[in-house]
């Protein structure tokens, strides 16, 4: 499939200390105005970024370093984001299912509804999100 070659971009800003790495917008001839990512050796693009890094030249904000502000957001969305798995996957189909539920003795329920609880406090631990202790599921 030919590549894309883009003529219009907007918004470059580097995302790595080394320029190799961009996000801009492009207009893209079917879809308009969309996010765009230019990351070395991502080989499966529709688009083509050698051209467009041609034609982006030095026209690009410079790299800002992530702020620790930042970081701690990102590292604490993906432990709620591995929570809430465990949740979906672990804890939710025993839960959320009478006879599933019924099935298990009372020290198990209790087991299992501290083992929801812990998981859905781990943003309240002392450290959160640098440092977690996950809460061991029930066997």
Do not use: C
């Amino acid at each position: 499939m030919p590549q894309l070659i883009i003529t219009e971009f907007r918004n470059v800003r580097s995302t790595s200390s080394d320029n190799s790495s961009f996000s801009l917008e492009i207009n893209h001839p079917v879809d308009g105005w969309i996010s765009h990512e230019i990351i070395p050796r991502e080989e499966l693009t529709t688009i083509d970024d050698e051209k467009l890094l041609g034609a982006i030249g030095t026209s690009f904000s410079a790299y800002v370093p992530p702020t620790q502000a930042e970081l701690d957001d990102e590292l604490s969305a993906s432990i709620r984001l591995q929570r809430d798995q465990k949740l979906a996957e672990e804890v939710d189909p025993i839960v959320s299912n009478p006879l599933r539920w019924a099935e298990l003795t009372e020290a198990k329920q209790t087991e299992w509804t501290q083992y929801r609880l812990d998981l859905l406090n781990l943003p309240q631990q002392a450290g959160f999100p640098n440092t977690v202790t996950w809460p061991t599921k029930p066997l």
